[in-house]
T-cell receptor, first 114, second 113 residues
């Protein structure tokens, strides 16, 4: 079975705090892709990152970083020095094997307060 | 920039009406998807299409149908709208042969009264 779990439903932080959003996935396929999307209050999902199963290097993009660990089947997302504009719902998703579709987590709602 | 455009941002329809939600993409993507998003339930796939005139049921196809007559357009049809179909509907598109990100439209918030 393929599954994505985002255990944190809601997180609230104060601006400038660091925050980590957890994502745990399940798949028996050896080839798969993991994604993070951001959904701001405007509603449109915005792609943040794609990572394939053969690339375990961590990724950093400005204040955003991702930690991919196959040993724990996790693909966690950290925002450093959070800002109010980071307030959004963040989704983790999995694409595995010959599946044509993405498997989505339920999302984590992040509120960054001034 | 890739553009996925949904015909309406907000829609209010009456119970029993036939409702059409339209989605157009301009990147020649093979795959197109319709999701609905509800609080606490995340994104649930209704239908998807990987080619013109091809469609596959997603996780919650009941009460919906789709049409893909042209590559760039994917329509979601509610044959007889019901109040439990009040939701946010999201369209997405993506390449088929390359596992790449899906691009999303801005969403249609449908209210059935």
């Amino acid at each position: 079975a393929q599954k994505v779990t985002q255990a944190q439903t809601e997180i609230s932080v104060v601006e400038k705090e660091d925050v980590t959003l957890d994502c745990v996935y399940e798949t028996r396929d050896t080839t798969y892709y993991l994604f993070w999307y951001k959904q701001p209050p405007s509603g449109e999902l915005v792609f943040l990152i794609r990572r394939n199963s053969f690339d375990e290097q961590n990724e950093i993009s400005g204040r955003y970083s991702w930690n991919f660990q196959k040993s724990t089947s996790s693909f966690n997302f950290t925002i450093t020095a959070s800002q109010v504009v980071d307030s959004a719902v963040y989704f983790c998703a999995l694409h595995a094997g010959n599946n044509r579709k993405l498997i989505w987590g339920l999302g984590t709602s992040l509120a960054v307060n001034p | 920039d890739v553009k996925v455009t949904q015909s309406s941002r907000y829609l209010v329809k009456r119970t029993g009406e036939k409702v059409f939600l339209e989605c157009v993409q301009d990147m020649d993507h093979e795959n197109m998807f319709w999701y609905r998003q509800d609080p606490g339930l995340g994104l649930r796939l209704i239908y998807f299409s990987y080619d013109v005139k091809m469609k596959e049921k997603g996780d919650i196809p009941e009460g919906y149908s789709v049409s893909r007559e042209k590559k760039e357009r994917f329509s979601l049809i509610l044959e007889s709208a019901s109040t439990n179909q009040t939701s946010m509907y999201l369209c997405a598109s993506g390449f088929h042969r390359v596992i790449h990100e899906a691009f999303f439209g801005q969403g249609t918030r449908l209210t059935v009264v």
